[in-house]
């Protein structure tokens, strides 16, 4: 019965939590604490750092040595480079002088072997003329040659001139080039120099003998046939000597 009745009471009475007595440290025991944990933590971990070579065998001094001598190195590299830049670039302009006067070298000889080619033509034909022991009677053509000169409607011209017989004064003359170009079913005459120029292009002044060397180009499209070389004096325009040169 007594556990009926104190059932009872238990399940219809007013009923409280239950309590339990526990010990509480003061807050800078516990604040404290915790920073001795941390320091012993960070001490720890220092001490880990500090010593990792011996553990990993890594050594911070041998790395900050080996830095040092990486950036040594490196700035030695740096400065070969640019040694060696600044001669490249010095050799380079070394190479681009050395062209240039290679290519005006060639120039020249090939300007002097031109020289040399004529020279020996000339000397031929003296040659030629003093062997004979006679020279023609007034003016003589000689080695009379047309060529292109490079472009499609460009020609150039060269020839021997002479002056035989009696010679009481040097002749002075013009030269002049009457140019027979088809253009189409059509066949045109051209003169060079244009007889309106005024200038002295073309001129001849010699007693014994002159080298006459001239070029002239026809109109674009045109097709040379054939070349009338003139020999005109001046004054008065009369036509001393002609020779044509038909091209094929």
């Given amino acids: 019965?007594?556990?009926l009745a104190r059932r009872l009471r238990t399940n219809f009475s007013?009923?409280?939590?239950r309590m339990a007595i526990r010990s509480q440290m003061a807050w800078y025991w516990r604040w404290l604490l915790n920073l001795l944990m941390m320091a012993t933590v960070a001490a720890v971990v220092w001490w880990l750092v500090q010593n990792s070579?011996?553990?990993t065998g890594f050594s911070v001094d041998e790395a900050r040595q080996q830095i040092h001598a990486l950036s040594e190195e490196n700035a030695?590299?740096?400065q070969d480079l640019n040694t060696l830049r600044t001669q490249v670039i010095e050799r380079d302009r070394q190479l681009q002088v050395e062209?240039?006067?290679q290519g005006e070298l060639a120039r020249s000889v090939a300007?002097?072997?031109?020289?040399n080619a004529s020279l020996k033509e000339d000397l031929g034909f003296l040659r030629k003329l003093m062997s004979s022991g006679a020279t023609v009677e007034g003016l003589a053509v000689s080695d009379l040659k047309l060529e292109r000169d490079g472009g499609a409607?460009?020609?150039r011209y060269r020839f021997l001139l002479t002056q035989g017989g009696q010679r009481k004064q040097d002749f002075r003359g013009k030269v002049q080039v009457l140019a027979r170009v088809a253009q189409g079913p059509n066949v045109n005459t051209y003169t060079f120099p244009d007889p309106a120029a005024v200038d002295a292009a073309g001129a001849v002044d010699f007693r014994f003998y002159q080298k006459v060397e001239g070029r002239f180009a026809i109109p674009e499209g045109g097709q040379l046939k054939s070349a009338e070389i003139r020999i005109l004096a001046v004054p008065g325009g009369q036509v001393k000597l002609s020779r044509t040169v038909n091209v094929q």
């Fill in 1 to 3: 019965m007594r556990g």
């Fill in 14 to 17: 007013i009923g409280s939590s």
């Fill in 53 to 55: 070579y011996r553990i």
């Fill in 76 to 78: 030695r590299m740096k």
């Fill in 99 to 101: 062209r240039a006067s």
């Fill in 111 to 115: 300007g002097l072997q031109e020289e």
């Fill in 153 to 155: 409607n460009l020609y």
